[in-house]
């Protein structure tokens, strides 16, 4: 059992990959009012059983800490503080839904996985970063050690800040916390393999 106590306060939003999930998006009994599809249109309902959610979060409600806890470890979504309307947050993560790769395909981009977000980060530029942040104070998620938490954050210069935060002792607070620099400029475009983002 993991104990959140040291990320809870940081988190009022989070990003779900229904995909991931399956039936499970149903047993969290989440208000309609409280999650909308990042796709709209016909893609929108076309997609609804595999489309990434966007869901507001309240700090000490049973279906907070319920998502937290079922959700932990199976690469489900990535969590967020941020002050920005569900519409606002909606619009910029569309932005960033379809990427191209080099010969001009277009491929979806699954940055809402921990998995490909935490790899992802790291190797942005500072305008990449203030780009992909905007409304978004923190990304908070699972590290590839599900016992982690891994905390993006931008420091006063623009660059990436990443925070790891152990979830099995309440009381260490802290383990780590370095400023990152990026690995290589590259622009909005993960890599590629046979046709997948990873």
Known sequence: MWHFENIRSAISICLLDRARLGFAFDDLKL????????????SQQAMANVAPYLVALRA?????????????????GIFMQSQG?????????????????EDKEELYFRFYDPRVLRVFLP??????????FGPVEKYIMEDEDPGRALVFSLDSTGMLKKEVISLEDPSEELTSA?????????????????????
């Not at 208000?31 to 016909?42: A, D, E, T, V």
């Not at 000490?60 to 489900?76: A, C």
């Open 31 to 42: 208000q309609r009012s409280m999650y909308i599809s990042l796709y709209q249109g016909s």
């Open 60 to 76: 000490g409600s049973g279906n907070y800490r319920r998502l937290l806890e079922v959700s932990w470890g199976k690469s489900w």
């Open 85 to 101: 309307l569900m519409q606002d947050l909606r619009k910029h993560f569309r932005k960033f839904l379809l990427v191209q790769t």
């Open 123 to 132: 190797t942005c530029s500072k305008d990449q970063l203030k780009e992909f």
């Open 178 to 198: 370095e400023t990152a620099k990026p690995k290589q400029p590259r622009s909005v475009v993960p890599r590629i393999e046979d046709n997948t983002i990873v």
